[in-house]
């Protein structure tokens, strides 16, 4: 009975290392605005453009329409909630603030500073450009709470306006996961805080999206759960401690390489929906697995063909990681579509949650790498 009440207490002390964060699949902006019969309009002045988070010069955020995995997170004492976007592409924190009087924060929880004992203002203004315009404010700092840990005089922005896109997101804001190299006006990254203040274990976070339900997809920090992915982690080294960026090889269909020829760079991004590569490409991949392009540049398909469309495999590191159709192609109210997207003349490419949904993601910090394992 000893012995067991020991294995036990291990047990607990074990699972208390992993602070878990349940992601909501929510609605998407572009469900959102096919509803209201607006989505022709918007696609129209806003062109989908994801590569403009990378763009350097400017901590950006994407207009991506496609986005729906949410957490919340709270921030001051007492705490005030809200949703937010786990981005490994970014590395601020800001949320919507009473002070703002755009469009998207009418539609979304408000911080308001004066009903937190912990609040401090900053010195400083913020301003990150996003695909479709921009979210001006103020930093600040405040004790965030993030899955059970809580972070004390955490920097994060507080919004004054906010981009028009914004108001048919259903996040309130964003929390970065990338480098602090990234991070506007040298902001301490959420996670980095974390680390320092001895609140997780290991310098590590894993994120598990979850295929086709609502729920079950999570981020964990400071550990790693074994039980959503079989076999063992492939470790691969981070080619730019800016973003999470590897080295991609190349990228197959019925081992004839259709793109990235001779190895490339890419990019790991809870944040981006889709798989996103240089134009020609992906205007390739979508050749070979018979896709055609419409008038908005987006790749359809057969919705009955589906079944007989080939794996896209991407090699990194060395090793090969395949995407079946079932998880390339989407189904809408317009039909089907490919998970590939056109990143313009930019080279670099982005794996997003396309290809997370297949593969558990760990972002090790502490040793500059990403592990990766295929789903249960």
């Given at each position: 009975m000893m012995k067991w009440l020991i294995v036990l207490t291990a047990l607990v002390a074990?699972?208390?290392?992993?602070?878990?964060?349940?992601?909501?699949?929510?609605?998407?902006?572009?469900?959102?605005?096919?509803?209201?019969?607006?989505?022709?309009?918007?696609?129209?002045?806003y062109p989908y453009n994801p590569m403009t988070k990378f763009q350097a010069g400017s901590e950006s955020m994407t207009n991506d329409a496609d986005l729906s995995y949410y957490g919340v997170i709270s921030i001051g004492n007492p705490p005030q909630s809200f949703t937010v976007i786990f981005d490994t592409g970014s590395s601020n924190l800001w949320v919507p603030s009473v002070y703002c009087s755009s469009e998207a924060c009418e539609n979304h929880h408000k911080f308001n500073p004066q009903q937190s004992s912990t609040f401090k203002w900053?010195?400083?203004?913020?301003?990150?450009?996003?695909?479709?315009?921009?979210?001006?404010?103020?930093?600040?700092?405040?004790?965030?709470?993030?899955?059970?840990?809580?972070?004390?005089?955490?920097?994060?922005?507080?919004?004054?306006?906010?981009?028009?896109?914004?108001?048919?997101?259903?996040?309130?804001?964003?929390?970065?996961?990338?480098?602090?190299?990234?991070?506007?006006?040298?902001?301490?990254?959420?996670?980095?805080?974390?680390?320092?203040?001895?609140?997780?274990?290991?310098p590590l976070f894993s994120v598990y999206l979850s295929g086709n339900s609502e729920q079950g997809s999570e981020v964990l920090?400071?550990?790693?759960?074994?039980?959503?992915?079989?076999?063992?982690?492939?470790?691969?080294?981070?080619?730019?401690?800016?973003?999470?960026?590897?080295?991609?090889?190349?990228?197959?269909?019925?081992?004839?390489?259709?793109?990235?020829?001779?190895?490339?760079?890419?990019?790991?991004?809870?944040?981006?929906?889709?798989?996103?590569?240089?134009?020609?490409?992906?205007?390739?991949?979508?050749?070979w697995v018979g896709a055609s392009t419409n008038q908005y540049g987006e790749a359809m398909v057969n919705c009955q063909s589906v079944q007989s469309m080939p794996d896209v495999t991407f090699t990194l590191g060395g090793h090969s990681f395949s995407v079946p159709s079932?998880?390339?192609?989407?189904?809408?109210?317009?039909?089907?579509?490919?998970?590939?997207?056109?990143?313009?003349?930019?080279?670099?490419?982005?794996?997003?949650?396309?290809?997370?949904?297949?593969?558990?993601?760990?972002?090790?910090?502490g040793n500059e790498q990403i592990g990766l394992a295929k789903n249960v």
């Open positions: 074990l699972s208390e290392c992993l602070h878990r964060i349940p992601l909501i699949k929510g609605k998407t902006a572009r469900q959102d605005l096919q509803e209201k019969g607006l989505w022709d309009k918007y696609r129209k002045l900053g010195d400083r203004s913020l301003s990150i450009q996003y695909g479709t315009g921009s979210m001006t404010g103020y930093l600040a700092s405040d004790t965030v709470e993030v899955g059970g840990i809580s972070v004390a005089n955490q920097v994060f922005g507080l919004s004054l306006s906010e981009a028009p896109f914004m108001a048919s997101m259903a996040a309130d804001g964003i929390l970065g996961l990338a480098f602090q190299s990234l991070a506007s006006d040298n902001v301490v990254p959420v996670f980095y805080n974390m680390i320092s203040q001895n609140l997780v274990s290991q920090f400071g550990g790693i759960d074994n039980s959503y992915f079989t076999g063992s982690l492939t470790w691969i080294p981070l080619s730019s401690a800016t973003y999470w960026q590897i080295t991609m090889d190349s990228v197959t269909i019925n081992g004839q390489t259709v793109a990235c020829s001779g190895g490339c760079q890419a990019i790991i991004d809870t944040g981006t929906s889709l798989i996103v590569g240089p134009t020609n490409d992906i205007n390739n991949i979508n050749s079932s998880a390339y192609v989407s189904q809408s109210s317009s039909g089907c579509s490919t998970g590939f997207g056109q990143g313009g003349y930019s080279q670099l490419w982005i794996l997003g949650d396309v290809f997370i949904r297949e593969y558990y993601v760990v972002f090790d910090i």
